[in-house]
């Protein structure tokens, strides 16, 4: 199988929804009063001043059936679950990098079902039929392929923050995948933008990917692929 293709089948998931418009979590102490801040669900609390992320978050990795698995943490997100849906993240970049792995793992399932539920939850000025539609010719392409077969195994391996800012949030997940016994890595984005107390996606700007993983730092089920010596002694 020629190695772009599931670069390519990503991308055009990504692409047909932009183009339609469409550290773990700490516990606090048990006998400590909660404070009115702490009271509020995480995406309702104060946004973080911070435009990048430091270091790696601590996060739990959620198994899904036919799509990458996703993070998860009490202090990041996502808070809440509707129809099976991720809400309720915090804003803050920490917080978008979980929602744009949230998000992209919704889009690579190829699912029109759930990502009709994806764009009904974070999609703003989204034409929700055009996206079924859309999303149903690309389902009908890939499912049963080797190419779906690839995605549905694929696993996170880093991220790169390209653009932060209170209102808007660009954050590249990278990806490592298996084909015909090789190694390949590649990368999504997709363009947030922080809207009635949640990451949602913005409706204006297409989504990315890209091979070149430099600047990435190593996170994810699959983060060891991204370390330095992993990278020396890549043949992809």
């Known amino acids: 199988m020629d190695k772009h293709l599931m670069r ?5 998931a990504i692409g047909v929804l932009a183009l339609s418009g469409c550290g773990g979590g700490g516990s606090t102490d048990a006998d400590a009063s909660p404070s009115p801040t702490e009271d509020k669900p995480i995406c309702q609390q104060e946004a973080s001043d ?5 270091s790696a978050p601590e996060v739990e990795w959620v198994e899904h059936e036919g799509r990458p698995s996703t993070p998860k943490s009490e202090d990041l997100g996502p808070a809440e679950e509707t ?16 929602a744009s792995a949230d998000y992209i793992s919704v889009i690579l399932s190829f699912d029109a079902d759930e990502v009709k539920k994806l764009a009904q939850e974070h999609a ?5 039929d055009k996206i ?7 389902e009908d392409t890939y499912q ?23 209102d808007r949030a660009v954050i590249s997940v990278a990806y490592s995948m298996e084909a015909q016994g090789s190694r390949h890595e590649a990368s999504f984005a997709l363009p947030l933008t922080w809207q009635d107390d949640d990451w949602s996606f913005s409706s204006d700007e297409d989504g990315d990917s890209s091979e070149d993983l ?5 996170w994810g089920p699959a983060a060891e692929r991204l370390e330095p010596s992993a990278s020396a002694s890549s043949g992809s």
């Open 8 to 12: 390519t089948a990503g991308l055009a």
């Open 83 to 98: 129809d099976g849906i991720g809400t309720c993240y915090r804003h803050s970049p920490e917080g978008a990098l979980v």
């Open 132 to 138: 079924v539609q859309d999303f149903q010719r690309l």
């Open 214 to 218: 430099t600047g990435y730092t190593p």
């Open 124 to 128: 703003t000025g989204s034409d929700q």
């Open 144 to 166: 049963g392929t080797e190419a779906k077969k690839i995605i549905e195994n694929m696993k996170v391996a880093g991220y790169k923050v390209e653009s932060y800012s209170k």
């Open 50 to 54: 911070a435009t990048t992320i430091d």
